[in-house]
């Protein structure tokens, strides 16, 4: 059974950095895709930012040039720097893993930017 454990959040003042991190156990298949998205209170999830196999990455507006995603063999990771309080939010990894046909997610891990 595929697991995605995220880790690394918490509370940061605004202009801080935190780096969260996914773990992906369970599964022979390797990483093909995965991809971190957030949702603030009363918003919809949106998606931050992906990395594929091939370290193609890709970043919402919102956090481009301040977050960066990499991954290293079963885990993925973000790394937020200058941080501010509409960064908040639970952030959520998922992930895929051909040819498994199933996206998989984490249970979330809550960030929250003080101003």
């Known amino acids: 059974q595929v697991q995605l454990v995220e880790s690394g959040g918490g509370l940061v003042r605004a202009g801080g950095s935190l780096r969260l991190s996914c773990k992906a156990s369970?599964?022979?298949?390797?990483?093909?895709?995965a991809g971190w998205y957030r949702q603030a209170p009363d918003k919809q999830r949106e998606l931050v930012a992906y990395?594929?196999?091939?370290?193609r990455t890709n970043y919402a507006d919102a956090v481009s040039g301040r977050f960066t995603i990499s991954s290293a063999n079963d885990t993925v990771y973000l790394q937020m720097n200058s941080l501010k309080p509409e960064d908040t939010g639970v952030y959520y990894c998922?992930?895929?893993?051909?040819?498994?046909?199933?996206?998989?997610w984490g249970q979330g891990t809550q960030v929250t930017v003080s101003s």
């Open positions: 369970g599964t022979v298949y390797k990483l093909y895709r």
């Open positions: 998922a992930c895929t893993f051909p040819p498994d046909p199933d996206d998989y």
């Open positions: 990395i594929t196999a091939g370290g």
